[in-house]
């Protein structure tokens, strides 16, 4: 998600990394790295036991196991091309303001650079890894299964996305990151509408599963740009109230798996898997 988690803490608590180093300097004095150490183990434990309970659900039926495995990896993964992806629209957006639009107000810039840079470029690359483990067809996935797999794959990103902050970040914005679980809301969110678009065979859910999601990850970096907050300081609610958007998701999606198995619908195969003899032929 957004790089500049500087911006974040403040957002979230009206103090910056700075004074929040202080507070902590302050209390822990010696003992910074250890808290450093333990805010960052903190901070991935609802993404790892997220993962741990959807590898629970089916854990006798191997072919639900092996989507699942596939999704972890290709959430893993997925921090490759988007990588490259941000790096080459970063240079294009940086081309265009110094080129085209010398003139363009640092807003629209930074809009563009975390609508497009960041927000595309990642909701983009999950989504087709999403696909990737739908067209393996491993198990006669359910609405549920469909969920989960896109979850797994936000998730492990989201995992792997966390690493960088360890060397660098406030043990503030550590836990932060750990408490909102973005990636796993916006997962939830892109796996339960392209289930609608998959149960219902309408196409217009399989635009909005991507949307949606990247709509709400475009809104939630921008509302922690720097830019945003120079022209008032009181618009850091817009970043608050998505933040607790975030955490709305994620009980949503906890909400979801509890109750999706008493309902029929949810719990349909959306595919069939091929007869050894159609293999066959």
């Given at each position: 998600?957004?790089?500049?988690?500087?911006?974040?803490?403040?957002?979230?608590?009206?103090?910056?990394?700075?004074?929040?180093?202080?507070?902590?300097?302050?209390?822990?004095?010696?003992?910074?790295?250890?808290?450093?150490?333990?805010?960052?183990?903190?901070?991935?434990?609802?993404?790892?036991?997220?993962?741990?309970?959807?590898?629970?659900?089916?854990?006798?039926?191997?072919?639900?196991?092996?989507?699942?495995?596939?999704?972890?990896?290709?959430?893993?993964?997925?921090?490759?091309?988007?990588?490259?992806?941000?790096?080459?629209?970063?240079?294009?957006?940086?081309?265009?303001?110094?080129?085209?639009?010398?003139?363009?107000?640092?807003?629209?810039?930074?809009?563009?650079?975390?609508?497009?840079?960041?927000?595309?470029?990642?909701?983009?690359?999950?989504?087709?890894?999403?696909?990737?483990?739908?067209?393996?067809?491993?198990?006669?996935?359910?609405?549920?299964?469909?969920?989960?797999?896109?979850?797994?794959?936000?998730?492990?990103?989201?995992?792997?996305?966390?690493?960088?902050?360890?060397?660098?970040?406030?043990?503030?914005?550590?836990?932060?990151?750990?408490?909102?679980?973005?990636?796993?809301?916006?997962?939830?969110?892109?796996?339960?509408?392209y289930g609608k678009k998959?149960?219902?065979?309408?196409?217009?859910?399989?635009?909005?599963?991507?949307?949606?999601?990247?709509?709400?990850?475009?809104?939630?970096?921008?509302?922690?740009?720097?830019?945003?907050?120079?022209?008032?300081?009181?618009?850091?609610?817009?970043?608050?109230?998505?933040?607790?958007?975030?955490?709305?998701?994620?009980?949503?999606?906890?909400?979801?798996?509890?109750?999706s198995k008493k309902k029929?619908?949810?719990?349909?195969?959306?595919?069939?898997?091929?007869?050894?003899?159609?293999?066959?032929?």
């Amino acid at each position: 998600m957004l790089p500049f988690y500087p911006v974040a803490s403040y957002s979230f608590l009206c103090m910056n990394v700075s004074a929040w180093d202080i507070i902590y300097k302050n209390i822990f004095k010696g003992e910074k790295m250890l808290f450093a150490i333990l805010s960052f183990i903190i901070s991935l434990v609802p993404s790892l036991l997220v993962i741990f309970y959807i590898l629970r659900r089916k854990k006798e039926d191997l072919g639900y196991q092996r989507s699942c495995k596939s999704a972890i990896g290709r959430g893993a993964i997925a921090v490759l091309p988007i990588i490259g992806l941000s790096a080459l629209f970063h240079i294009i957006n940086a081309l265009v303001k110094r080129f085209l639009l010398p003139d363009m107000h640092p807003l629209v810039f930074r809009a563009i650079y975390t609508f497009i840079v960041l927000a595309f470029v990642e909701e983009l690359v999950k989504f087709f890894c999403f696909k990737g483990v739908l067209k393996k067809k491993y198990n006669e996935y359910t609405w549920t299964d469909v969920v989960a797999f896109m979850v797994l794959v936000g998730d492990m990103f989201g995992l792997v996305e966390d690493i960088p902050y360890a060397i660098g970040a406030s043990p503030m914005v550590m836990l932060i990151r750990g408490l909102t679980v973005g990636h796993i809301g916006y997962g939830f969110v892109m796996g339960w509408v392209y289930g609608k678009k998959l149960y219902t065979g309408k196409k217009k859910y399989g635009f909005l599963a991507f949307m949606i999601p990247f709509l709400l990850h475009g809104l939630y970096d921008f509302s922690l740009s720097s830019e945003l907050l120079e022209i008032n300081e009181d618009l850091a609610f817009i970043g608050i109230s998505l933040a607790l958007v975030d955490i709305i998701l994620f009980i949503s999606m906890l909400v979801f798996f509890r109750r999706s198995k008493k309902k029929e619908k949810y719990n349909v195969p959306l595919i069939k898997l091929p007869e050894p003899a159609e293999i066959v032929q």
